[in-house]
């Protein structure tokens, strides 16, 4: 059960991470066989269920019959006739089973009611639009374009997006920037379809997400998540997420996250357990992690969501010179902070009041003296 309980929660846990990536069949197989093996054992040890039922009824009986023999003595020390004393026996006779049944109800029936509004919250919650789908505009294709118009997203009544409108070439790279809650990690996530717009498309290669259909873009679009999720597995297991990679491919997405001199020293290597939510790797090793996962997915459009932001200066900038080779070719959304990784991107779009405001080169933007201007103007480089 423990084994199941982990799995079912780390799934939950990830669950962006794991629609992001379209691995939820995987993942649903992986919950199943481990509710198999609950079934399975349970079923071997039917017979130790059978004899502690066994053995707490017969404690139970017990204690029934001692309850018997003090009332007897009770009834026998006070004056009652046998007749009376026969009466006074039938009555607890009959009672003691339905106030024992009252009180296994109450005690199922909370435990069934909690357990109740926890699923009916679930299935109150709307399902993820099913997208007929079908265009498949990644097919044979390197990298493909992104076009978003007219973009309106809110959570609730403010609205995070609005109107956002831009569009991306297909092999080009593009750095988003703007304050902290602006909106970019939304844009993420609705580029992914892990939430609906309440207005406007979002396009790759000329076709629009219900056009091509959620599966399909999430096996083609790679995000690396600005909190990515580690299972309490093995690195190869936390790489691949099911899918079927050979060890040099491994090492090699580990190489370009910088991470395979790492992993190399582990006495385990590619199969060290890295702990609950990846607890004995670093922040930035995490990270790492989740770049390497990445690039094994082989994805035609890459987005990088603060993927870099735990690193040392050092790493990093090993890190996007190794990085720079792989995406060469493939069109990149690299959403960060930091000017290191924003010098990454052919050009820059400044998010500002959920819509862009500013659009250029790192110079021209410093030039004109906006937002971008204010947020780099002071770094030197
Ligand atoms: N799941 C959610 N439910 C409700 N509101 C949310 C949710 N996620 C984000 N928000 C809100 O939406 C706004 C935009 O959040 P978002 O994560 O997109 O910002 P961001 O630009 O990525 O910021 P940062 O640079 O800090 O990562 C924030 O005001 C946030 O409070
Ligand atoms: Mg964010």
Redesign the pocket.
């Known amino acids: 059960t423990s084994r199941f309980t982990q799995a079912l929660t780390e799934t939950l846990e990830a669950i962006q991470e794991i629609r992001a990536g379209n691995r939820q069949g995987y993942f649903w197989g992986r919950l199943s066989g481990r509710a198999r093996e609950v079934r399975d054992f349970a079923v071997a040890s039917q017979w130790r269920t059978d004899a502690s039922n066994r053995a707490s009824g017969l404690l139970f009986q017990f204690g029934i019959d001692v309850f018997r023999a003090a009332a007897m003595l009770t009834v026998l020390f006070s004056d009652l006739s046998i007749g009376q004393m026969l009466a006074v026996f039938s009555y607890l006779w009959f009672m003691i089973g339905p106030v024992e049944q009252l009180l296994s109800l109450q005690y199922a029936f909370y435990a069934a009611s909690g357990a109740l509004s926890r699923i009916n919250e679930l299935l109150a919650r709307a399902d993820e639009p099913q997208y007929p789908g079908g265009v498949d505009p990644f097919k044979g294709r390197d990298t493909v374009g992104i076009e978003i118009n007219d973009l309106k997203f809110s959570?609730?009544d403010e609205p995070?997006l609005n109107n956002l409108n831009l569009s991306i070439a297909p092999g080009e790279k593009v750095a988003i920037v703007?304050a902290?809650?602006?909106?970019?990690?939304?844009?993420v996530q609705l580029l992914l379809g892990l939430y609906t717009p309440q207005a406007g498309t979002i396009r790759f290669g000329g076709s629009s997400q219900q056009e091509i259909g959620l599966a399909t873009v999430r096996d083609n679009v790679a995000v690396v998540l600005?909190h990515p999720a580690l299972f309490n597995d093995t690195i190869r297991a936390n790489l691949c997420m099911g899918r079927e990679r050979s060890d040099e491919a491994c090492w090699r997405a580990l190489e370009i996250a910088q991470l395979a001199h790492t992993i190399r020293q582990l006495p385990a290597g590619l199969e060290s357990v890295v702990g609950r939510s990846g607890v004995r790797l670093s922040g930035g090793q995490r990270q790492r992690l989740a770049v390497a996962r990445m690039v094994l997915a082989e994805p035609k459009v890459v987005v990088l969501d603060?993927a870099t932001s735990a690193l040392d200066a050092a790493t990093e900038y090993a890190l996007h010179q190794a990085l720079a080779q792989f995406l060469q070719g493939r069109t990149t959304l690299i959403?960060a902070?930091r000017l290191s990784a924003v010098k990454q991107a052919d050009r820059v779009l400044v998010?500002d009041g959920g819509t862009i405001a500013e659009d250029g080169g790192h110079q021209q933007l410093i030039a004109e003296g906006g937002l971008y201007a204010q947020l780099y103007g002071h770094l030197q480089h």
């Open positions: 959570y609730n995070v703007g902290s809650g602006g909106g970019k990690s939304t844009l600005q603060e959403i902070h998010f």
